[in-house]
């Protein structure tokens, strides 16, 4: 393989393992599971620590420092980061100066530092490379006929804590590679006007080379975009466009970021610069990780909410609404947690921090978490479903959402009522849309004044219209005289109209009603109204013979 090769190669290895590592240590700082730290010998995790004023702790630290010191062309500082041997203070620090000049100009010239978040941030370092315990690769220098990998070794420094420092097997590696022209600063990079540490024109290449990227793959999505446009017509119902049309924008520009992190390694530059904007890049990686994957949440909710609507599954709606806002809740947490371990938070004190202030947090938000064992319980158990008319308590409408925190209903006077989860739950609920049936029991009075054979006649003509009728349920259907009321001859109704829709079973109550009414009317009964009869009496002289005449007269209101 040439030498041109090695660096492209060497690129796309960094890019793999950034990627992977990225998401590996937000979830690492997320949920705080240190698992090196798990390791550490006994007697270390023991000893009290003693701060590094360098920041040498760790290889994040140590790396960290080494730039800033390079940035700010402070070789003495610089000098502290490298593992040599001697006793002599001045000497030692002259020496690193020099190799820390030789290295800088050997980054700059093709090698390659491991990014900011790549870096292991433990003070025992990464377990799982492969190399002794003492020692972490950190970058590798380019040059000669293979890579040779920048290596750090842990030993106890000066202030008898234990601190990571460029090994010496690095430090002979550079030395053994560099001739007497790279060793010395070319006139032009020393004449040329700096930023952050950095030449100006490093900085414009490196920007230019960041939005070329982003413009290749934003022009590579638009043209798919266009093609799946002018290809398929019906584009809202079909589930490849709406996926691929929430997807192509921001998965463009995380592909423009991991282009750039493959190209930024592979060109001659400023280190400097070149850590720089691959650190503060992340940033924008993780923002198009988040834009990608809560545009495919949404446009995924909407495609199986769709299809479970089609299938009549109201109850799997709210199942995926919950899920969806659920997923997104947990995905910004590992986004934001990944944007503060980028910008050097310790994420992870942050979050053991807030375990000790557990108990106070879950006091403070008892409601919140009732209200979401609440939507738990809600759509566990089933008792109603969006779209569903029902009774909660005193409220009646049809049910629109149902939230994390509450469920929302309409009212018949189009109203939004919002009931929290936790009280939702603990309310008798009844649900008229699961319904299968409708009961008709009216009572129907006749008028007083009919023989008894008319009146058989009555309760036969009720019962028959039940029977006759092709949705009213045969079986149980009765019509009965049950009482002498105090207007009317009382015939009860039992039975049941055999439809699940509200609406459609007034519609049949109605047909049943006139139906009996007009029977009725036509064999001569005639339905009461309530009547009342008043007995006038007249006092005094002659009051007998009055009484006796009025005996027989009534007065009708």
């Not at 430090?171 to 952050?196: C, G, H, K």
């Not at 008892?366 to 308590?393: H, M, W, Y």
């Not at 189009?414 to 008798?428: E, G, Y």
């Not at 009382?490 to 109209?497: A, G, L, N, P, T």
Request: charged residues 20%; glycine residues 8%; hydrophobic residues 50%.
């Amino acid at each position: 393989m040439g030498r041109g090769t090695m660096p492209r190669v060497s690129a796309l290895r960094g890019m793999l393992r950034l990627i992977l590592t990225l998401a590996l240590a937000a979830l690492a700082s997320l949920f705080a599971l240190p698992a090196s730290a798990q390791l550490i010998p006994e007697a270390e995790t023991e000893a009290t620590p003693v701060a590094d004023p360098f920041g040498r702790e760790t290889p994040r630290g140590t790396v960290t420092g080494l730039l800033n010191a390079l940035a700010a062309q402070d070789y003495t500082r610089a000098a502290n980061y490298f593992d040599l041997p001697g006793e002599d203070a001045a000497e030692i620090g002259e020496e690193g100066a020099e190799i820390a000049r030789q290295l800088q100009g050997a980054l700059d010239r093709g090698g390659t530092l491991a990014a900011f978040a790549v870096l292991s941030n433990d003070p025992a370092g990464r377990i799982d490379d492969g190399l002794p315990a003492d020692s972490e690769q950190v970058g590798e220098l380019s040059g000669g006929d293979e890579d040779a990998p920048i290596l750090l070794s842990r030993g106890e420094g000066p202030a008898g804590a234990l601190v990571w420092r460029i090994s010496q097997h690095t430090i002979e590696e550079l030395q053994s590679r560099l001739s007497a022209a790279e060793v010395a600063i070319p006139p032009e990079q020393a004449e040329a006007f700096t930023v952050a540490g950095a030449p100006l024109g490093d900085w414009l290449l490196l920007l230019g080379i960041a939005a070329g990227s982003f413009l290749v793959f934003w022009l590579i999505a638009a043209g798919i975009l266009a093609l799946l446009r002018a290809v398929i017509t019906d584009r809202e119902g079909s589930a490849a466009f709406r996926v691929l049309h929430a997807a192509l924008p921001p998965l463009s520009l995380f592909l423009a970021v991991v282009g750039f992190q493959f190209w930024a390694e592979s060109i001659e530059a400023s280190i400097v610069a070149r850590q720089t904007l691959l650190r503060y890049i992340g940033i924008v990686a993780w923002v198009a990780v988040a834009w990608f994957a809560l545009r495919l949440i949404d446009a995924i909710a909407r495609v199986t909410t769709a299809r479970m609507q089609r299938r009549d599954r109201r109850q799997a709606v709210s199942v995926i609404l919950l899920l969806r806002r659920a997923a997104k809740v947990v995905l910004l947490a590992v986004v934001f947690v990944a944007i503060l371990d980028t910008l050097g938070f310790d994420v992870t004190a942050g979050i053991a921090a807030l375990g000790i202030g557990g108990i106070a947090l879950a006091l403070g938000a008892q409601k919140t978490v009732e209200n979401l064992v609440g939507s738990v319980t809600v759509i566990a158990d089933k008792p109603v479903q969006v779209g569903d008319f029902c009774r909660v308590g005193d409220v009646v409408g049809t049910v629109e959402d149902i939230g994390m925190r509450s469920t929302r209903i309409r009212t018949n006077e189009r109203t939004l009522v919002t009931i929290p989860n936790a009280d939702f739950s603990s309310r008798q609920i009844e649900n008229f849309a699961t319904r299968d049936r409708f009961l008709f029991n009216p009572t129907i009075g006749v008028e007083y004044g009919i023989s008894a054979r008319k009146l058989r006649e009555g309760v036969e003509i009720v019962e028959g219209v039940l029977k006759e009728h092709e949705r009213v349920e045969s079986e149980g259907a009765r019509a009965r005289f049950t009482n002498f009321g105090p207007s009317s001859l009382d015939i009860e109704i039992f039975s049941y109209i055999t439809v699940g829709d509200f609406a459609e079973s007034l519609v049949v109550r109605q047909e049943l009603l006139l139906m009996i009414f007009e029977r009725l009317e036509a064999a001569g009964l005639s339905i009461a109204f309530p009547t009342q009869k008043i007995l006038l009496v007249q006092e005094g002289e002659g009051a007998e013979e009055e009484e006796e005449a009025s005996n027989g007269q009534a007065a009708t209101t």
